[in-house]
């Protein structure tokens, strides 16, 4: 039953090691989310993917990255974690078209903690 | 650029009690507004959603209602119970968008029996 899947739950990198966070959806929709959360945030969008389409945030570091290799998966890969990254990190997924979009569902997250 | 705030950034009630939670925000030219329910180290769950058109949307003990030209929207929680505790967000698109979310740091709340 479960929609938005992440994969790790928890991880745990050294400061420096790259590291990648997984999503997968059975939802089929077109637009996926990652946000960053820090505790007692507001999460933060770091970008989405709208089909194929790489939208990223402003102010997202270059540290960052994503992939979106098809419709039901996506992953967020942090090049060179800095403690500063320690966080819940929340994907989402949302379906939107030229009339609107629904409301976002969201997967359980990927608590990162950096050492 | 659009700034969500949402008070009281807390609140503790006892079992029963009607609750009132605020969200305001600064660019009125929102598409939507949306309520979400975050339960400690979870992801959120979408709790309501009221279009630009609505003044209010009900699901069970929950009503949220929206007023666009002054910037605020309100979650009103009947009867409250225990199982109610969590952090309660909104969030809007920005101005003018409706394909992502600006979410306000939330409002925590604790049921006490």
């Known amino acids: 039953d479960a929609m938005v899947i992440q994969n790790p739950r928890y991880q745990v990198t050294q400061f420096g090691k790259p590291v990648t966070l997984s999503c997968s959806q059975t939802?089929?929709?077109?637009?996926m989310y990652w946000y960053q959360q820090k505790s007692s945030q507001a999460p933060k969008l770091l970008f989405h993917y709208y089909d194929k389409d790489f939208n990223n945030e402003a102010d997202t570091p270059d540290n960052f990255q994503s992939r979106r290799p098809n419709t039901s998966f996506c992953f967020l890969d942090i090049r060179s974690p800095g403690l500063g990254d320690a966080a819940m990190y929340l994907c989402?997924?949302?379906?939107?078209?030229?009339?609107?979009?629904?409301?976002?569902?969201f997967g359980p997250g990927t608590r990162l903690t950096v050492l | 650029k659009q700034e969500v705030t949402q008070i009281p950034a807390a609140l503790s009630v006892p079992e029963g009690e009607n609750l009132v939670l605020n969200c305001s925000f600064t660019d009125s030219a929102i598409y939507n507004l949306q309520w979400f329910r975050q339960d400690p180290g979870k992801g959120l769950t979408s709790l309501l959603l009221?279009?630009?058109?609505?003044r209010e949307q009900t699901s069970g003990r929950l009503n949220a209602s929206l007023d666009k030209s002054s910037g605020r929207s309100t979650l009103y929680i009947a009867a409250s119970q225990p199982g109610d505790s969590a952090t309660y967000l909104c969030?809007?698109?920005?101005?003018?968008?409706?394909?992502?979310?600006?979410f306000g740091a939330g409002t925590r709340l604790a049921v006490h029996p």
């Open positions: 969030a809007v698109p920005p101005p003018g968008g409706y394909n992502k979310l600006i």
């Open positions: 989402a997924t949302s379906r939107v078209s030229g009339q609107g979009a629904d409301t976002q569902y």
């Open positions: 939802l089929n929709h077109n637009v």
């Open positions: 009221i279009q630009s058109s609505q």
